[in-house]
């Protein structure tokens, strides 16, 4: 017997495009950690007119651009890690912007780099294998 994938649209009805899911993503993350335009255009290495027009829905991000697509996945990740662990916006935003002598320095600065990100979202990571 087939069973049909309850999570596979209905017929007629188009599937959500992956850059669309993606952008929407990321900035209702960036939205609730409270990240400014400025500092989320660093984080995906894309102008602060581009975060402007995603925002507005009239960009998105794109597999053909791989660096922000994979930063824009990367910060989804820890936003997604970070909602885990503390469950609400104060809580992570007080994290992002405290000092952290593990990372040695605040998340929220080494978020800006890609490689400050990939750390940040490993160290998440790590303490999520905990619970």
Do not use: C
């Amino acid at each position: 017997m087939v069973q049909e994938n309850a999570a596979r649209p209905t017929r007629g009805a188009p599937a959500p495009e992956a850059g669309a899911v993606l952008t929407k993503a990321v900035v209702r993350a960036a939205s609730l950690l409270g990240l400014p335009q400025q500092a989320l255009a660093q984080v995906l290495g894309v102008s602060r007119p581009t975060v402007t027009r995603m925002g507005l829905g009239t960009y998105r991000l794109s597999p053909s651009q791989p660096k922000s697509w994979e930063l824009g996945t990367l910060f989804v990740r820890m936003f997604r890690s970070l909602d885990a662990l503390v469950g609400h916006e104060a809580a992570a935003r007080a994290w992002l912007e405290g000092p952290n002598t593990d990372l040695g320095a605040r998340p929220a600065e080494l978020i800006l780099s890609a490689e400050g990100l990939v750390r940040v979202v490993h160290y998440l990571d790590a303490h999520r294998g905990r619970l």
